[in-house]
């Protein structure tokens, strides 16, 4: 390999390694810790559906208008699947801007329109942490966290539904990135140190230009 072809592949290396912010590099030292996990790595979130259990017992914590329960639904066919949100404007969540109240309330009309006659769905309109609490421990399959990106929020949504996965469950969720305005990160790594789990996969995908990786935790008990 010629020097002219050797610096074009540091440049490309660098460009690739500046661009992997959700690997922790920005957090503070204690928290750039190796996460123990073989780690495959997947395209989209949809690629992640197709590798977790169908037919099964599932929560979609943070829904919106629904766009990412439309493919849970299509792609696992899941017995049970709750759809969990406050549907209400939150002043310290990430862009308040575009989700005023009557965004919410559209949202919300949307997902019932969309999902209140399938008989596999339950629509929950409340606070994540209120919502945990209505189910009995080790109920689900598997579920996914897309709420308030905030740490604060993170962390306790982290928490509140642990109890409530199955031994040998999946916790996952979106927007695994390090950027000033989420917290994602700081709150997944701590939670998968403090209870001694594993990042089992992680994804990639693109959305108009920016990341939005989803991580999915097997729960061990």
């Known amino acids: 390999m010629n020097s002219h072809a050797k610096l074009l592949l540091l440049g490309l290396i660098f460009f690739q390694c500046s661009r992997c912010d959700y690997m922790g590099l920005h957090l503070s030292l204690e928290l750039r810790i190796a996460i123990k996990s073989p780690t495959p790595w997947l395209i989209s ?3 992640l559906l197709s590798v977790l259990p169908k037919n099964a017992i599932v929560a979609e914590i943070g829904v919106a208008e629904g766009q990412f329960s439309n493919s849970i639904l299509s792609l696992t066919d ?3 699947l709750y759809l969990i949100d406050c549907w209400e ?3 310290f969540s990430i862009y308040p801007e575009y989700r005023p109240q009557p965004t919410q309330d559209g949202y919300y009309e949307l997902v019932k329109q969309k999902f209140g006659r399938d008989s596999r769905v339950e629509i929950i309109k409340e606070y994540s942490d209120k919502a945990a609490k209505v189910f ?5 399959d598997w579920i996914y966290i ?3 990106h905030v740490y604060e929020a993170i962390k306790a949504d982290l928490e509140s539904w ?3 996965v199955k031994d040998g469950g999946i916790i996952a969720g979106h927007d695994y990135v390090v950027r000033k305005d989420f917290g994602i990160v700081s709150a997944v790594n701590e939670f998968v140190k403090k209870h001694d789990f594993s990042i089992c996969y992680l994804t990639m995908e693109y959305q108009d230009g920016v990341k939005h990786p989803s991580y999915a935790i097997k729960v061990k008990k």
């Open 146 to 148: 897309d709420g308030n």
């Open 162 to 164: 642990l109890p409530k």
């Open 78 to 80: 899941p017995i049970k």
């Open 45 to 47: 979130r949809e690629d």
């Open 136 to 140: 009995p421990d080790n109920y689900f």
């Open 89 to 91: 404007e939150q002043s």
